[in-house]
């Protein structure tokens, strides 16, 4: 019913940047909210950022990443700076989509995109 599209990944030098791009098409009425996640190896999958009005970051990557949104193209952004090693992990895109109604009314869906591989190192 829904997918989300990420784009950006790769790998990137210390210090260096990238910006991870993730589109959300299909059966879509609205999007309250959308962010990003990632998963380290051997790690559990953890919040980076969140947007839906306010932005909310992980301490972690406060000052060095932005997330950013454009509600026309259903669309979620995420600037990155200053990476560290750290910050190798799969990132993963989110979104809480409202459905298009049905005869049953409107009905609201989490979903996840597939991630996108962030590679820092030199």
């Known amino acids: 019913q829904v997918q989300l599209v990420e784009s950006g990944g790769g790998l990137v030098q210390p210090g260096g940047s990238l910006r991870l791009s993730c589109a959300a098409s299909?059966?879509?009425?609205?999007?309250?909210?959308m962010g990003w996640y990632r998963q380290a190896p051997g790690k559990q999958r953890e919040l980076v950022a969140t947007?839906?009005?306010?932005?909310n970051y992980a301490d972690s990557v406060k000052g060095r990443f932005t997330i950013s949104r454009d509600h026309a193209k259903n669309t979620v952004y995420l600037q990155m700076n200053s990476l560290e090693p750290e910050d190798t992990a799969v990132y993963y895109c989110?979104?809480?989509?409202?459905?298009?109604?049905?005869?049953?009314?409107?009905?609201?869906?989490?979903?996840w995109g597939q991630g996108t591989l962030v590679t820092v190192s030199s």
């Open positions: 989110n979104a809480n989509v409202i459905l298009m109604p049905t005869i049953t009314g409107y009905r609201s869906l989490e979903v």
């Open positions: 299909g059966s879509i009425f609205s999007i309250n909210g």
């Open positions: 947007i839906d009005g306010d932005t």
